[in-house]
């Protein structure tokens, strides 16, 4: 069975653009697909582990092939089963706001907690390999500003580091099919629900095909 695994990231649960167009989504995908499998991971409801001195002792341990030691590898059981949903899954739906030019530290917190080697990537001599190869990911991005706006006093090129952030993340772990929906203007009212309705009529046509 297909299975895609949605991470949400905003806690606004009533007023988040990112929400409303990620249901959307979510809706035409269930209804184009009514076979395949969603599962939804609420990044504000999620138990995470600290990275910690255990975590990170553990991490150089296996870097090193040193053997773990029993807090060593409680630790580090913690991050392989933060990370198991990501393996299981075959596609992901991100819904991402834009805080402070980046994303929500709940979520940096659990792709920090995850993205480690033999985990979610390998490396050797030639190189980096991600270890989620093959799968695809749809991302919502929402901001409250005009970032792609011309004239825009936070331009994209300058003050996003939001988009760049979650593609570079997602290529480096093997996810490579990678398609952006973005809801921009969301605390300018009128302006703003246009701009919802279009990201809303994108979702849509996206998850479609998905």
Known sequence: MTRVLYIEGSPNKEYSASI???NAFLDAYRHAHPDHEIRKLDIWDLAMPE???AALAAKYAGLSGTALTPAQAAAWQQ????????HEADKFLFGVPLWNFSIPYKLKHLIDAISQKD????FDGAGFAGKLAGKKAAVVYARGLGYQSPGSFTPAAEFDLQRPYMETWLKFVGVKDVTG???ER???GPDGKVDRSRAID????IARAF
């Open 20 to 22: 409303e167009v990620c």
């Open 51 to 53: 990275f910690d001195e």
């Open 79 to 86: 991050i392989e089963q933060l990370a198991a949903p990501f």
């Open 119 to 122: 985990v979610l990537f390998t």
């Open 181 to 183: 929906i973005v809801v």
């Open 186 to 188: 969301t605390l300018f």
């Open 202 to 205: 994108e979702a849509r046509a």
